[in-house]
């Protein structure tokens, strides 16, 4: 979700196979750089292998380049990692959030399992409990929230919407920048 | 990777690694998340001093609308512009790969681009995928032989006509072009019509929606009118569903100070020319 001056990020921290758990502390959410963040919510496998690509391109990028990636380049390059696997894809729908290192804008983004991005103003929201998400977001969000507000939306419209989906949930984790 | 000696640099192309796994799992049953779907209602046509696009703004995912407002009138070259309908991701992809190949193009050739080398070049890619890539497009432009609007099937079949609708609203929007559509029609007129069809599909076809995006291309510049009309306007809020601070309950909180360097502001005179 995107506020003022500042994005937040959030996910549950079930893994489990079809209906049995089999963790209740599973990282979804990974930290790329000081101020970007991605989620990767899908299957297990393919987020632990899309996270390893996603870090090995942005190490060589920044190694090149010699500064930090935008938020907006790096949501390309996840594109671009995705659609390499257009014909055989990964199944992760990943989740952006981050500012930019220079001017501090806020940025978020959303991809399918295909790298079709999507660029909104208010939010983004991500897997199995999808729908539940976008119906909490579109009656909590607001524009122009404070860190503190926009973490007590966040978090309530993560924990309404999985209590509500049977393989969502056991808690929170929620990243705001 | 591999192997861990042998650092593997990705080359660029697709990768086929993943299919034969995901054939597996779809034997079992794995239910696929879906890819994002442009049902869309586009539309171009000619009138008396170009060529005019018309786009929806709705983006779905099965049943639900995973983007409102998203845009569907992509640039290929500054005198041509294209509408897509399909996958969104193939569109997006498809578009801007045609787009850099148009541009080495006429770095190459020195001359404007045109709509004609366009087309030719998508449906020879479109039909070396043997219509897998999802995209329907109609490309609009104008170039040293006057305004062309064609329309590009996933396949590679193209139509090159007066006026072309494609999407799933295509239907409701060919209504209307087929009744309004006359040659040599005005600017004003030729905007009116364009909004009618695209929102004869948006109010017609479950899977278009939201706002209309026009696209006018003359001779002397492109002009990208986004939203032209906002056919569909979001619903007052009525009440504020703020939580009071504090009210999450939380097993712990980490605040991590990440260090700024230093910031420098240089002021960079202007230099003038060394014509020497």
């Known amino acids: 979700m995107k506020g003022k001056g500042c994005v937040a990020i959030a996910s549950d921290r079930r893994f489990g196979v079809q209906t049995s758990t089999l963790a209740m502390d599973f990282q979804r959410i990974f930290e790329m750089g000081p101020h970007l963040y991605v989620g990767l919510p899908g299957l297990a496998t393919d987020t632990l292998t899309v996270h390893e690509r996603l870090r090995f391109r942005l190490n060589l990028y920044e190694l090149r380049e010699s500064r930090k990636i935008k938020p907006q380049t790096f949501s390309a390059m996840v594109s671009n990692l995705l659609y390499e696997r257009r014909f055989g894809p990964y199944f992760v729908e990943p989740v952006i959030a981050g500012l930019d290192p220079v001017t501090w804008e806020p940025f978020i983004s959303a991809m399918d399992l295909i790298g079709c991005p999507n660029v909104p103003e208010d939010f983004v929201v991500a897997g199995t409990c999808a729908e539940q998400l976008f119906g909490m977001c579109e009656a909590l969000w607001e524009p122009n929230l404070e860190p503190d507000s926009l973490f007590e939306t966040i978090s309530q419209a993560l924990m309404n919407a999985f209590d509500r989906d049977a393989i969502s949930g056991w808690g929170g984790i929620v990243h705001v920048m | 990777m591999a192997s861990t000696k042998v650092v593997n640099i990705p080359k660029g192309g697709f990768s086929f690694e993943n299919c034969q796994r995901n054939n597996f799992m779809a034997k079992q049953g794995f239910p696929a998340p879906k890819a994002v779907k442009t049902g869309t209602t586009i539309a171009g046509f000619i009138f008396k001093d170009g060529v005019i696009l018309g786009a929806d703004t709705r983006a779905t995912e099965g049943n639900i609308v995973a983007d409102k407002n998203c845009f569907k009138l992509h640039y290929m070259a500054p005198n041509i512009y294209c509408a897509g309908a399909g996958t969104a991701a193939d569109l997006e992809m498809t ?107 948006i109010f017609n076809d479950l899977m278009s929606g939201s706002h209309v995006d026009l696209c006018i291309i003359t001779r002397e510049k492109a002009e990208m009118i986004r939203p032209f009309e906002v056919a569909n306007v979001k619903g007052e809020r009525q009440g504020s569903y703020r939580y009071p601070l504090g009210c999450t309950a939380t097993l712990s909180t980490r605040v991590i100070p990440i260090e700024i360097e230093s910031t420098v502001v240089r002021p960079v005179a202007e230099e003038s020319m060394d014509t020497a």
């Not at chain 2, 193209?158 to 999407?167: K, N, R």
């Not at chain 2, 209504?175 to 909004?195: C, H, N």
């Open chain 2, 95 to 201: 578009t801007l790969q045609m787009s850099s190949q148009l541009e080495l193009h006429r770095l190459n050739t020195g001359r404007q681009v045109k709509v004609a080398t366009a087309t030719r070049l998508l449906k020879q890619m479109l039909f070396r995928y043997q219509g897998h890539i999802g995209a329907a497009l109609v490309l609009g432009g104008i170039d040293s032989s006057g305004p062309h609007v064609c329309c590009i099937y996933p396949h590679g079949s193209t139509d090159s006509l007066p006026f072309v609708a494609m999407g799933s609203g295509s239907l409701a929007a060919m209504a209307f072009l087929e009744s309004g559509w006359k040659p040599d029609m005005e600017l004003a007129e030729a905007k009116v019509l364009m909004r009618n069809a695209i929102c004869g599909g």
